[in-house]
């Protein structure tokens, strides 16, 4: 399951900065673009750390609003998740 886990992430999160790279391009092209319900979905499946590099790696959706917020909520909500988690399996392993 963790080998599972760690495989899902690592190739969304490649996909994940990868997008938003094509979408700043596309952007500077002035070509058609990914939708932002689309990033802030790949973000909320696990990419948010790729979402977080690429922003400043690409100089892309920094000064958007209200997606900086968004994308904020979903990281916040993933953190408490896995702080969440992480007590709940750290509390079970004193039980008998």
Do not use: C
Request: aromatic residues 12%; charged residues 15%.
């Amino acid at each position: 399951m963790i080998t599972f886990t760690a495989v899902y992430l690592g190739v969304l999160n490649l996909l994940t900065f990868a997008i938003f790279g094509f979408d700043k391009a596309a952007a500077a092209g002035r070509r058609s673009r990914v939708p932002e319900r689309a990033l802030l979905t790949l973000a909320a499946l696990g990419g948010s750390p790729a979402a977080l590099l690429a922003r400043p790696a690409f100089r892309h959706k920094t000064r958007k609003q209200p997606f900086g917020a968004w994308l904020t909520l979903i990281v916040f909500l993933q953190a408490a998740a896995v702080v969440a988690g992480l007590a709940t399996w750290w509390s079970g392993r004193g039980s008998p």
